[in-house]
């Protein structure tokens, strides 16, 4: 019994009929292994892309620092946040002696 062979569009082999899936309207014109392959560099891809995302806003939020806000920008920010009750703070003042 001879194999039906069928061409690969992706890397172009010949490839028994076995080496593709078969889809809704008949079989897919690439083969499983170029298949995989390109999953694994799409999958990659998205992770590469999800990891930028990550870094930019910790980059961003690197830029920020609670010396640039008012106290009460900050107690706002809680609120809206969902905090309730009481917010304590104190605040630490530096004077040089030697420059009186």
Known sequence: MEQILKKCKCCGRE??????KK???GYVSVCMDCDK???AENRQARIDKAKQK???VRAENRQLCLNDFTAREL???LKRRGYEGKL???E???IDLSTL
């Open 37 to 39: 392959q390109h999953r």
């Open 88 to 90: 304590v703070y104190t």
């Open 23 to 25: 889809g809704r309207w």
């Open 92 to 94: 630490t003042h530096t």
């Open 75 to 77: 107690m706002a920010e």
């Open 15 to 20: 490839l028994p009929m076995s080496n593709f």
């Open 54 to 56: 990550v870094e930019d």
